[in-house]
């Protein structure tokens, strides 16, 4: 198993910046990739990047291309999500996800943390 927690979140205005950290322990040498997603009340959880652990491939979703990037370091067993020019629409809870190298699942979540945008 895998223990995630993430920190960095909080207020800010339109426009502004935030970045995410999330630090994993346990048994890392099973995770293949690790993600970002965030959700909002009364709607599904959206992917928004993710990053290869052994040679930092990165993917962003769409619309997170041009504001966001995704980083790790993997002796610090970190991940990083940088957000920029965030909107009010950013406004979610973030959360870390582990990606098992066997099954290729999201089998591992942080407890997440909030990010409030506002207009």
């Known amino acids: 198993q895998v223990q995630l927690v993430e920190s960095g979140g909080g207020l800010v205005q339109a426009g502004g910046s935030l970045r995410l950290s999330c630090a994993a322990s346990?048994?890392?040498?099973?995770?293949?990739?690790m993600g970002w997603f965030r959700q909002v009340p009364g709607k599904e959880r959206e992917f928004v990047a993710s990053?290869?652990?052994?040679?930092?491939?990165?993917y962003l979703a769409n619309s997170m291309k041009g504001r966001f990037t995704i980083s790790g370091d993997n002796a610090k067993n970190m991940v990083y999500l940088q957000m920029n020019n965030l909107k009010p629409e950013d406004t979610a809870v973030y959360y870390c996800?582990?990606?098992?190298?066997?099954?290729?699942?999201?089998?591992?979540w942080g407890q997440g943390t909030q990010v409030t945008v506002s207009s």
């Open positions: 996800a582990a990606q098992s190298r066997t099954s290729r699942e999201y089998d591992s």
């Open positions: 346990g048994r890392t040498s099973s995770v293949y990739a």
């Open positions: 990053i290869t652990w052994s040679d930092s491939r990165a």
